[in-house]
């Protein structure tokens, strides 16, 4: 261990970006224009391992001719231990190891790829005349599982990722087209990232001032404003941004409600009170839904707008589903819903969809777009799958998608991905 | 260990989403009721009985993660002087005890030095000193073991920064707790956890069937049909070490010589399919090998030839005795299958009572997810020297680990896993890979 400043600190700097196929939903949605580099497998170059195993091996045995097997019983695959095997066989013949059939071999070398916690763990025994074993041992850190998308369905969600934090995520806004901008809003800073040669590099990170310790399942939304660049509501806090960069954040104690909208769009423009030191909103609605000022305390509610009026779909504490058109307060029941809803305005099917996480005790997690063409819901995607419970989702700057920060399991890493909807296959 | 599939996980998703049926963002509210087989007299760190409600009450500097890495608790971060002797640790801001006073490096250092007497522990502009008489390169994973808790010891009662506060304690039977409001990383979710200690296994099944205990620890014979009952069981990675701890260093070339033939003669296997219903490992070595990767290496199969050859060559063999815990079910079958293989290598061992016996059987769970503190740990409570490392490489860990394994005074048995079943109205319910609660996180679905 090095004796360097260790700060393990919130909002970790140790950032990766990762990308996959991006699907825009709206020709007009130019922030959405991320360059894609990255395929989801990853080429690893193993020849530094191989050469330090084999140089390890050879010291041992000496030159000459010895039976050499390979056995994994590691998480990699069998390609990549076959690709591993043939470049230690190469690397051994290069310090006059060759391999040779067991009878006509001076000993044997079994090589075991393993892994531990933290590492790929190779192992080699060797075994010569009839002396113990001699062990040489390589070890090399082991990469994060990466997952993959799935196949499409009729009506689509995409996800894009758009980043990955060992930190908290709350929420992420992207903005301005060229160069492509990014803040992330985690719990401790607000970081602002720009699109540089081909990957995000950081440009500023501004704290966010808080008396009170966060609740455990902390809640923030970030929302782009006209007159300056972002707005952030947290328990408790209100930060506000200046108008240019390089950036200043006012944060300050304020029980201010929360836009429940996109506030780049002029289509919703109703707030709501957050409970300070909880993980929902009280029910408490300004200026209100119609002549609804309150319903009952909720986690997220998602808006589709009729001809004459506006529909509200909550989603309750009491794990009820709300309906509320401004008059009346329907229960839709208890569905197979998350916590989490946000609506997105595709332009597919009946234009506006109401995104809807899963409610399932395992690990993964799923969204689903809905749509109410009277007053019931009807499925109108497959499942879209997360390696990780999704901890927000919120309708994204413009309307048109959402962000969904999700926690993978395998890796405990927080993922932030943009959602979108494709009309058809 | 291979990683959880991605296809795999979606496939359980899908099953197990048809039996769920609420909302996924945790709730405040309600109470957690508990049964444990610990019962701890104390809620001392340094009881180790009360392991499992420590991290409950208090906090430590620095927590380890399931990758075995450092991360902040206490501690925001962290500095070694060259040759890791003097490390400097800057405190959390803002951080309370439960009677409302602010942590101070003072009240860390004074817990730090009452936990480990040799240390030199001081505060230094507002940041905590630690001292040691060696380099100490694993220092801020030592500071994540229970015993390193930051206590607050005022006037006879202990207090702690823990996400909950003792609201009634009666020792070696019943613990509540309620959840600090002002705890610095959130408040619970819960209101109250009730903890009934010193239940037995049979006890919680009980009290699990009949509503009382929502949360219970399983035994491993009994973890299987648990699961064929349909309750929701779950578990942590083998974790936990048993073995044959012998009482004296092995004095001659002849005693190593049957401790060997007595390792060799061992079905592991055996026991790990009847004891352990195959939830286990058999162990070769002593840390396993999903945190190692190198524990295959010592030999777990057994090998009833060899070990009766190498029998052969001791013309006289005591015989031994075999100390056990008999109120513990699976160190008696342990016990005696281990008797009976060591009958068919030519060993006499005969199973004894009290702390007098040759060798006796142990069960040790592992301290640290970070390999180096482990072994220390494993090594220190087996009686064992402490390991020495030439570097941070695996190979050292490995080689420390052989030393240890080649003084003849442990034998491996099995690693095991800890398990528990958890009521349906239970969300958010985790441990660690080495079994640890994370309680603060849990929520209860009414």
Redesign the interface.
């Known amino acids: 261990m090095d004796s360097a400043i260790n700060r393990p600190v919130y909002n970790s700097p140790i950032l990766k970006m990762l990308s996959s196929v991006l699907r825009l939903p709206k020709s007009s949605i130019c922030v959405l224009a991320i360059l894609l580099f990255a395929p989801h497998v990853f080429a690893t170059d193993w020849s530094s391992p191989e050469q330090q195993l084999a140089g390890k091996i050879a010291s041992s045995t000496g030159p000459g001719a010895f039976a050499v097997n390979v056995a994994n019983r590691s998480s990699l695959s069998p390609s990549q231990a076959e690709e591993i095997r043939r470049g230690l066989l190469a690397d051994l013949a290069t310090l006059g190891v060759r391999p040779a059939s067991a009878d006509a071999a001076a000993g044997t070398v079994n090589i075991t790829l393993s892994e531990g916690l933290q590492n790929y763990v190779w192992v080699a025994e060797i075994h010569q005349d009839s002396n113990e074993a001699q062990v040489q041992m390589v070890s090399l850190p082991r990469p994060d599982v990466v997952s993959a998308d799935r196949a499409t369905f009729p009506m689509t969600i995409h996800k894009t990722l758009l980043w990955t934090d060992d930190s908290r995520i709350l929420d992420v806004a992207l903005f301005s087209a060229n160069p492509q901008q990014m803040i992330v809003l985690g719990a401790e800073s607000i970081n602002l990232y720009q699109f540089q040669q081909g990957r995000w590099q950081r440009q500023q990170s501004l704290a966010i001032l808080h008396a009170h310790p966060w609740p455990r399942d902390l809640r923030g939304r970030l929302t782009l404003r006209k007159d300056h660049l972002f707005d952030v509501y947290l328990p408790r806090v209100f930060c506000r941004s200046t108008v240019t960069t390089p950036l200043a954040v006012n944060c300050y104690e304020s029980d201010d409600p929360w836009p429940l909208g996109p506030a780049g769009t002029d289509v919703v423009t109703e707030s709501a009170f957050f409970a300070s030191t909880r993980n929902f909103f009280t029910g408490a609605i300004s200026p209100g839904i119609g002549k609804q000022t309150t319903t009952q305390p909720f986690y997220t509610t998602a808006m589709v707008p009729r001809e004459k009026y506006a529909l509200w779909v909550i989603d309750g504490v009491d794990g009820q589903i709300h309906l509320l058109d401004g008059i009346t307060d329907r229960t839709a029941g208890k569905l197979d819903w998350g916590s989490d809803i946000a609506n997105v305005h595709s332009g597919c099917g009946r234009g506006w969809q109401i995104l809807v996480t899963g409610n399932s005790d395992t690990p993964g997690d799923t969204v689903r777009a809905f749509e109410i063409p009277d007053r019931e819901f009807v499925v109108v995607s497959q499942p879209l799958e997360f390696a990780g419970k999704i901890t927000a989702l919120w309708t994204n700057s413009d309307g048109s998608g959402a962000i969904a920060i999700s926690q993978n399991g395998g890796t405990g890493k927080y993922e932030a991905d943009q959602l979108s909807i494709t009309c058809g296959q | 260990?291979?990683?959880?599939s991605?296809p795999l996980?979606?496939a359980?998703?899908l099953i197990?989403?048809v039996?769920?049926?609420?909302?996924?963002?945790?709730?405040?509210g309600g109470t957690l009721h508990v049964a444990l087989r610990a019962a701890p007299a104390s809620l001392e760190p340094s009881d180790q009985g009360a392991v499992d409600v420590v991290s409950l009450i208090y906090d430590t500097l620095i927590t380890v993660?399931?990758?075995?890495?450092?991360?902040?608790g206490l501690a925001?971060?962290?500095?070694?002087?060259?040759?890791?002797q003097r490390w400097r640790f800057l405190l959390r801001p803002?951080v309370t005890f439960s009677d409302g006073k602010p942590l101070t490096a003072d009240s860390v250092a004074a817990s730090l030095r009452i936990a480990n007497a040799s240390w030199k522990v001081f505060a230094e502009s507002g940041a905590v000193v630690v001292e040691r008489g060696s380099p100490a390169?694993?220092l801020?994973a030592e500071l994540a073991l229970p015993l390193n808790s930051i206590v607050k010891r005022d006037g006879g009662k202990e207090v702690g920064t823990g996400p909950f506060v003792v609201s009634q304690w009666v020792p070696s039977k019943e613990l509540i707790l309620a959840p600090r409001?002002?705890?610095?990383?959130?408040?619970?979710?819960v209101d109250s956890i009730e903890i009934d200690l010193g239940k037995s296994f049979r006890d919680q099944a009980v009290a699990l069937d009949l509503g009382k205990a929502q949360l219970i620890e399983i035994a491993p014979e009994q973890a299987r049909r648990a699961g064929i009952e349909s309750r929701n069981v779950t578990k942590s990675a083998p974790a936990e070490l048993m073995a044959l701890v012998c009482a004296r260093p092995s004095g001659s070339a002849q005693e190593q010589q049957l401790r060997d033939a007595f390792a060799f003669s061992i079905d592991r296997e055996s026991l790990n399919k009847v004891v352990l219903q195959g939830g286990g490992d058999p162990a070769g070595g002593l840390l396993p090998?999903?945190?190692?990767?190198?524990e295959?290496?010592f030999p777990s199969q057994m090998n009833l030839t060899r070990a009766r050859e190498i029998r052969a060559e001791v013309p006289h063999a005591d015989v031994w005795t075999l100390g056990f815990d008999p109120n513990d079910s699976v160190e008696s079958v342990v016990a005696e299958r281990v008797v009976l293989n060591a009958g068919e290598a030519g060993l006499r061992v005969q199973l004894a009572s009290g702390n007098t016996a040759d060798m006796r059987l142990v069960r040790i769970p592992l301290a640290s997810?970070e390999?180096h503190v482990a072994l220390n740990e494993l090594a220190a409570a087996l009686g064992l020297p402490q390991p020495n490392y030439g570097s941070?490489?695996?190979?050292d860990v490995?080689i420390a680990e052989k030393t240890l394994l080649q003084s003849h005074q442990v034998i491996p048995l099995l690693h095991s896993p800890s398990e528990w079943a958890v009521a349906g109205g239970i969300?958010n319910w985790t441990a660690t890979?080495g079994g640890k609660w994370r309680l603060?996180?849990v929520w209860v679905y009414p």
Request: charged share 25%; net charge negative; proline share 10%.
């Open positions: 260990m291979r990683r959880t991605f996980l979606v359980s998703s197990l989403a039996l769920a049926g609420a909302e996924t963002r945790p709730r405040y993660d399931n990758r075995g890495q450092s991360q902040p925001t971060s962290w500095q070694a002087d060259p040759g890791n803002g390169p694993y801020p409001e002002d705890y610095w990383d959130g408040r619970p979710f090998n999903w945190m190692t990767g190198y295959f290496l997810l390999v941070d490489s695996m190979d490995y969300r890979l603060p996180d």
